[in-house]
T-cell receptor
Framework: EPEVTQTPSHQVTQMGQEVILRCVPISNHLYFYWYRQILGQKVEFLVSFYNNEISEKSEIFDDQFSVERPDGSNFTLKIRSTKLEDSAMYFC???????????FGSGTRLTVV | QQQVKQSPQSLIVQKGGISIINCAYENTAFDYFPWYQQFPGKGPALLIAIRPDVSEKKEGRFTISFNKSAKQFSLHIMDSQPGDSATYFCAASNRYGGSQGNLIFGKGTKLSVKP
């Protein structure tokens, strides 16, 4: 079964450092997302990406965040200057047209110290 | 408007019993309602999803019931098994609106199935 692959599985970083979280969506999917889940809380939408541009972003996705699809397979989330409150699980997701096959990756646990 | 309210927060069921989780929404533009299962340390996995043109969808032991007029939908897990112990999230989305594909999640229900 096709999978969304995320790396690394766990990232520890110093406050103020830049981090890049990486995702390989399912190959024929067209729509890409990043979500965040703070420990014990619900999953929250960060940003959606389609046709090589951001479709929508939430209020969480401020100027410290950026996304990129540098080639045909990778989809990255960059946090420019991490804060303690950025500590969370970050999930990448993708789907085909009409939300078909909406699949999440296993996540990257980001710990900011 | 964008909220999805989920209850209960936690649920304990005996093996073989029926687990029922409920969700309610406000935005009438939502037209896609999935349920996700999440095990600790893993990403949400799609269980089953429904569109508002049907009132019920069944896949194996999992059934979604959908009440469009009440703006409510629920997940029923028949013959619950210890392996079903996980956190379940309902979600909603508008496939064709400005927020296409952005899933709004409920707060989750932690299900424990006792042997």
């Amino acid at each position: 079964e096709p999978e969304v692959t995320q790396t690394p599985s766990h990232q520890v970083t110093q406050m103020g450092q830049e981090v890049i979280l990486r995702c390989v969506p399912i190959s024929n999917h067209l729509y890409f997302y990043w979500y965040r889940q703070i420990l014990g809380q619900k999953v929250e939408f960060l940003v959606s990406f389609y046709n090589n541009e951001i479709s929508e972003k939430s209020e969480i996705f401020d100027d410290q965040f950026s996304v990129e699809r540098p080639d045909g397979s990778n989809f990255t989330l960059k946090i420019r200057s991490t804060k303690l409150e950025d500590s969370a699980m970050y999930f990448c997701a993708s789907h085909d047209r009409n939300l078909y096959g909406y699949t999440f990756g296993s996540g990257t646990r980001l710990t900011v110290v | 408007q964008q909220q999805v309210k989920q209850s209960p927060q936690s649920l304990i069921v005996q093996k073989g019993g029926i687990s029922i989780i409920n969700c309610a929404y406000e935005n009438t533009a939502f037209d896609y309602f999935p349920w996700y299962q999440q095990f600790p340390g893993k990403g949400p996995a799609l269980l089953i999803a429904i569109r508002p043109d049907v009132s019920e969808k069944k896949e194996g032991r999992f059934t979604i019931s959908f009440n469009k007029s009440a703006k409510q939908f629920s997940l029923h897990i028949m013959d619950s098994q210890p392996g079903d112990s996980a956190t379940y999230f309902c979600a909603a989305s508008n496939r064709y609106g400005g927020s296409q594909g952005n899933l709004i999640f409920g707060k989750g229900t932690k299900l424990s199935v006792k042997p």
